[in-house]
């Protein structure tokens, strides 16, 4: 009775992993499969999963776009320069926090962290766009860069204070000792101790501002668009535009699964890491 009861839950458990795994990558499927598709197929009743001839038209059309290189040249370079400046301050940030755990107003600086992070986005980019259109700086990528980094700074600063704490404090000593200053420390001992949380966090964060729309739709302008932004000009009033609009979403999907493939043991590391406390 005890191993029916085993195997039954064994089967439930299967179960559920399985729609949920089906359900999740079938919009993916259906984006990359309707990218290859002809007009006609796509909107095709029933459905054509497997049975259509495909087709490179979609990708090509993209291609002879100039705009589309540029847009994609423009995505990555507002993800790396995002991440990078998150990291840099954020890591500062999050390592003052570890070595100082009971400085005056540390409760109100956590709770504003907060609350910046959890606030819509849409409240806070009314005033910016008013301040960034009065002193002339829409449409900037380096103004884009630097708004996402402060929207991004409260997440990277919460995730990266345990994994500074949890680095033995011993090991500064030995530094100071050996006649380190406080900047060699952190640079030598503290930050390749904390790199494998650092990865955790580059890779989050690259995910956040890759996929990020409201900052650049808002903020941007034709110079500055980004691949979110060109993936939603394809729906208008009249008329989708499925085909390239799937192409162009499966080129953005490209990035970020190559990169989940090659760091996702150092991920689950860093997250491991991070979760253990002294």
Known sequence: ??????????????????????????PIFWTISTSFKKRVDTFALPPKFFNFSPTMDNYKKLFSDPTFVKVYLNTILFTLGAAFLSICIGSLAA????????????????????????????VLIVPLYDLCSKLHLLGELPVLITIITVFNLPFTIWMLTPFFAAIPIELEEAGMVDGLSTWQIFRQIVMPLALPGISAAAIFLSLLTWNEFLVPVILGDQSTQTLPVLISGFISARTLDWGPMAAASSL???????LTVFVQRKLVVGLSLGALKE
Do not use: C, D, H, Q
């Open 1 to 26: 009775m005890m191993y029916i009861k085993k195997r039954l839950a064994r089967i439930f458990v299967y179960s559920v992993l399985t729609i949920t795994l089906f359900t999740s990558l079938f």
């Open 252 to 258: 953005a999907i490209i990035p970020i699964a190559v």
């Open 95 to 122: 390592y003052a926090l570890a070595r100082n755990p009971r400085f005056r107003g540390k409760a109100t600086f956590e709770i504003l962290l907060i609350l910046l992070r959890a606030m819509p986005g849409v």
